[in-house]
């Protein structure tokens, strides 16, 4: 079957730098995703990694290792207004999205 | 953002109701999804429509039924619904249908119907 993998829930401290990681077990791969969704929101796009390696876009890097398997979403210098569930998904051979359930970052002064 | 719009935002209904949701978008895409979304659950799938043609049903129970009357809005007809079938319900839309192109298809969420089945 297929799978993704995420920490259900983090807890950081407002200014850190948290790192959420994604595992994932599919038939085939053809890119990841990874959105952020506030409560009661839509889920935003923040990133797509297709090749290896690191992609920055300003307080937000993601991650990607296909060789392994895995993927990860830095966030710095954090605020209070990222408090949210952030959600990785991969698009597989078929080029379905499967989606993990997402982690929920809390954010504390 | 208001590329994708959803009505309505909440909605309760008991199990012999009949309801629709309705989505909208703005961005000019092609393609629009209906997912499902449970606490602590993965985004389930439920139907994509290209270019207003069904091309995804994810063995999704006859009770829910899609429509997409054109390329910018698409409905979720619901009837004799389930109280384990309370759940956030979201839309999106993409440029193209990644099944068909490949490629950095991004979806774009509206904020969803929060579903309640008494």
């Known amino acids: 079957g297929q799978n993704i993998d995420q920490p259900t829930e983090m807890t950081a401290t407002e200014g850190a730098i948290v790192q959420i990681n994604c595992t994932y077990q599919?038939?085939?791969?053809?890119?990841l995703f990874w959105y952020q969704q506030h409560a009661g929101e839509a889920p935003t796009f923040l990133s797509y990694?297709?090749l290896d390696g690191l992609e920055e876009k300003g307080r937000f890097s993601s991650f990607l290792s296909r060789s392994k398997g895995y993927s990860y979403l830095l966030l710095k210098e954090l605020q209070m207004k990222d408090s949210a569930s952030y959600l990785c998904?991969?698009?597989?051979?078929?080029?379905?999205?499967?989606w993990g359930a997402g982690t929920k970052l809390i954010i504390k002064p | 953002e208001t590329g994708v719009t959803q009505t309505p935002r909440h909605l309760v209904m008991g199990m012999t109701n009949k309801k629709s949701l309705k989505c909208e978008q703005h961005?000019?895409?092609?393609?629009m999804y209906w997912y499902k979304q449970s606490a602590k659950k993965p985004l389930e799938l439920m139907f994509v429509?290209?270019?207003?043609?069904?091309?995804e049903n994810n063995s999704v129970p006859s009770r829910f039924s899609p429509e997409c009357p054109n390329s910018s809005h698409l409905f979720l007809h619901l009837h004799t619904l389930q109280p384990e079938d309370s759940a956030l319900y979201l839309c999106?839309?993409?440029?193209?249908?990644?099944?068909?192109?490949?490629?950095?298809?991004?979806?774009?969420f509206g904020p969803g119907t929060r579903l309640t089945v008494l």
């Open positions: 429509y290209n270019f207003k043609e069904q091309t």
């Open positions: 990694n297709v």
């Open positions: 599919t038939s085939g791969f053809n890119g």
């Open positions: 999106a839309s993409s440029p193209k249908f990644a099944g068909t192109s490949g490629g950095a298809d991004t979806q774009y």
């Open positions: 998904a991969v698009r597989d051979s078929n080029y379905q999205l499967i």
């Open positions: 961005l000019g895409h092609n393609a």
